[in-house]
């Protein structure tokens, strides 16, 4: 009786724990981005100086490059996966301080360039915050803990963003960087409560196997390129249609900066963390394929949906369904990925395997933008929805020749 007790106290301090390393993860992502931006805005920055910070994140679609490092080296404190998030962690609060020592105004070159220091130390985070989320997780709670991480992750974009931006009306972007690196201590301390996962003694023996050995070992899986095709295209068709929402929703149906940011912004987020808890609550009782079946078919129709609102037009209503509607069965998808992501991993280097399956991801949002717009310009906004439909519905065909060939409810997909 004892052990249940034990073991039911260890899962939910599991799920406390993905909710709060996902706040780490989600915390510098708007301090080099949104809120960063509105700093240069206010300071008076050109335009055309402010366009060249998107630059900033650009360590996010290389960090499979070094997260071999994290596989191969074991530091002498913590572990492996705890050990390398405790490092990440402490220099990326001592960074985002740093950055409150500047200002744009005077020192705007400094500053972008602690940014991209930040975006580096933050890939690294995300590296090993990924491969412990992997490696701690059993299999049944993949789902609700992938949930319970995308809320936290949310969150903290909430509180980098738009929190940051009324403290720093109030108290100036100094005191404001200052807050939010202090809130770095959340990540340092719920590193050093949790548990160490159990590795098994393959740890890579020198850099090249910890390179070239995660590739290998799965390329030489079957069906490995579908696979890899799969998780470029089961989101592909969602973030094709929401690559120029803002243009849609400002330009097209008129809708103000204000009513975007009220119903879009606000609505958008609060359901995708609806949508991504209900998708892991689910997933308890589902298997892995169910649960991406069912949830793509939403999602696809979640797009859909805009067509919907191209014919109501500027429709209150209507503006508010839709964005709820799509918000949420994405956040549902998203969560049934990202346990698909966590199962596709081999335990040995998970950093390096997740980083490449999250950067095999990204390939195909990377062109989304200037294809969108082609699109559009093309046919219109409700064939391009109907586009949008017809791509995610692609990924699940191929979901379903995949499932006949390859065990999707396995503890590692082989």
């Not at 679609?61 to 913590?78: E, H, N, S």
């Not at 159990?198 to 890579?204: E, S």
């Not at 998203?334 to 991993?345: D, G, Q, Y």
């Amino acid at each position: 009786m004892s052990e249940i007790v034990t073991s039911k106290k260890a899962n939910y301090q599991r799920l406390i724990i993905m909710l709060l390393l996902g706040f780490s993860s989600g915390l510098p992502i708007a301090l080099i981005g949104s809120t960063l931006q509105a700093w240069y805005t206010v300071s008076g920055i050109s335009i055309v100086a402010i366009g060249f910070l998107g630059l900033v994140g650009q360590p996010y679609a290389f960090k499979f490059f070094w997260a071999p490092i994290m596989d191969r080296y074991i530091p002498p404190f913590l572990g492996r996966r705890r050990g390398w998030m405790l490092i990440t962690q402490i220099a990326l609060l001592i960074s985002i301080l740093f950055m409150s020592w500047f200002s744009p105004a005077i020192n705007p070159i400094k500053l972008a360039m602690l940014a991209v220091l930040v975006a580096f130390l933050s890939a690294s985070q995300d590296i090993s915050l990924d491969a412990y989320r992997t490696d701690i997780l059993p299999p049944e709670q993949r789902g609700l803990g992938a949930a319970l991480w995308i809320n936290g992750y949310r969150v903290a974009m909430i509180v980098s963003g738009a929190l940051a931006l009324v403290l720093a009306q109030h108290l100036g972007w100094h005191v404001t960087y200052m807050i939010m690196a202090t809130l770095m201590l959340i990540g340092v301390l719920t590193t050093f409560l949790s548990p160490e996962p159990k590795q098994d003694d393959h740890v890579p023996q020198s850099m090249g196997r910890a390179i070239w050995q995660p590739i290998q070992e799965f390329m030489a899986r079957p069906y490995a390129g579908a696979l890899l095709l799969f998780i470029v295209i089961y989101k592909l068709g969602d973030a094709f249609a929401l690559s120029l929402s803002s243009v849609f929703y400002i330009r097209y149906l008129g809708f103000s900066l204000q009513d975007v940011g009220l119903i879009s912004k606000t609505m958008g987020i609060t359901a995708t963390l609806v949508g991504a808890l209900l998708g892991g609550v689910i997933m308890l009782r589902w298997k892995l394929y169910r649960s991406l079946m069912i949830f793509g078919w939403l999602q696809a129709f979640g797009t859909v949906i805009f067509i919907i609102l191209v014919l109501a037009g500027k429709n209150y209503t209507v503006f508010a369904i839709s964005v709820f509607l799509e918000n949420l069965t994405s956040g549902m998808a998203t969560t049934a990925f990202m346990a698909f992501l966590m199962a596709l991993c081999d335990q040995r280097f998970t950093a390096t395997q997740y980083a490449l399956f999250s950067a095999v991801m990204t390939v195909g949002r990377i062109f989304v933008g200037p294809i969108a717009g082609i699109f559009i310009e093309q046919i219109g906004w409700t064939q391009f929805f109907i586009v949008s439909f017809i791509i995610g519905i692609l990924g699940l065909v191929l979901l379903r020749w995949l499932n006949q060939r390859v065990d999707f409810n396995a503890t590692k997909i082989m």
